[in-house]
C-alpha cells in the first residue's frame, strides 16, 4: 500500500466542501482499500463469575439484587442427593436427585465440582454451565470457601474469583445473629469459621466490601468488575 503521508493519487475533497459519502469514498480509493463495518474488537467471552465470602456476608442477597439489574447473568442451580425442604422448588433452589442419581453423574464426569457435606452430596452441573455460555450469558457460581479452592484448582484463571467481606467481623457477627435462621451451634460454628476463611482471601481475585445498608454500592462495585473484565485485552477463556 503507498505510504498515505504522500499526496493521494486521488483528489480527497475537503469535509466541509463535500458530503461525507463523498469524502469517505476517496479516502478508500486514496488507500487503494475499502473500510469494513465489521467491529474491531469481538465480542466478550462470556465469563465465569465465583462469589465466595464467610456464611453471612450477604452473597445471596448481593447475587439477588445482581440479577435483578443485569442481564445475560445466569445463576447456576446446584444439584443436590439432599431431600427437599418445605417451600423449596425443584430447579430454583436445588436440582434435587437420588444419591444414586448424582453419583451417576459423578461417573460420567458431568460435574465441575462436587462435595460431600454433612452427608448430602452437592455439585455444580457443566451442562447448565455450557448450556448459557453458549447463549452468551455470564455465570454466576455462589460457593463457599472450600468450593471456591477447589474451584480455582480446577478453572485457575479463566474465572473470575469474588471474595466478599463485611466491614468488621463485629457487623458479620451482628448480621447472622439478626438472620435468625441459626441454631446457636450453628452461629457458633459459622462464626469460628469466618475468622479462618479470610486466610483465603489471597486465592481471589477481587474483594469486595459489602457495608452494613450499602448493598447497592456492593452490587455496583460488582457490576464495575464485570465491567472491567469484559474490557480486557487478554480475555479470560473457559474450557469445561
Ligand atoms: N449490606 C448489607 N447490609 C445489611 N444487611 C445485609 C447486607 N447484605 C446482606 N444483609 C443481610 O445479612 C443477612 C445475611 O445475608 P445472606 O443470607 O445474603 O448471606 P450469605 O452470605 O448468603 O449467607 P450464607 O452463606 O449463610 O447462606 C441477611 O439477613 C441479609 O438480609
Excluded: W
Excluded at 459423578?106 to 455460555?133: C, F, S, W
Excluded at 448480621?175 to 435462621?181: A, E, P, V, Y
Aim: glycine fraction near 4%.
Amino acid at each position: 500500500m503507498d505510504d498515505p503521508r504522500r499526496s493521494p493519487v486521488v483528489p480527497i475533497p475537503k469535509p466541509d466542501s463535500a458530503g461525507r459519502a463523498e469524502v469517505f469514498r476517496a479516502l478508500e480509493a486514496s488507500l487503494g482499500s475499502t473500510f469494513s463495518s465489521q467491529p474491531i474488537i469481538p465480542n466478550p467471552n462470556p465469563l465465569i463469575i465465583v462469589i465466595s465470602g464467610p456464611s453471612g456476608v450477604g452473597k445471596d442477597s448481593v447475587i439477588k439484587r445482581l440479577r435483578e439489574v443485569r442481564e445475560d447473568l445466569h445463576f447456576v442451580v446446584t444439584a443436590t442427593s439432599r431431600a427437599k425442604r418445605h417451600g423449596e422448588v425443584d430447579g430454583k433452589d436445588y436440582f434435587f436427585m437420588s444419591k444414586d442419581e448424582f453419583l451417576s453423574m459423578i461417573e460420567k464426569n458431568e460435574l465441575l465440582e462436587y462435595a460431600l457435606v454433612y452427608g448430602d452430596y452437592k455439585g455444580i452441573p457443566k451442562q447448565q454451565i455450557r448450556e448459557y455460555m453458549a447463549k452468551g450469558c455470564d455465570i454466576v457460581l455462589r460457593v463457599d470457601i472450600q468450593g471456591a479452592s477447589t474451584l480455582k484448582r480446577i478453572l485457575r484463571n479463566s474465572a473470575v474469583f469474588v471474595f466478599l467481606v463485611a466491614e468488621s467481623e463485629e457487623a458479620l457477627v451482628k448480621r447472622l445473629i439478626d438472620r435468625k435462621t441459626e441454631s446457636t451451634e450453628a452461629l457458633l460454628m459459622r462464626v469460628a469459621s469466618a475468622k479462618e476463611e479470610l486466610k483465603h482471601l489471597k486465592e481471589f481475585d477481587y474483594v469486595v466490601v459489602n457495608k452494613e445498608g450499602e448493598l447497592e454500592s456492593s452490587v455496583r462495585l460488582l457490576e464495575s468488575i464485570i465491567d472491567a473484565e469484559k474490557a480486557r485485552v487478554h480475555q479470560r477463556r473457559v474450557v469445561i
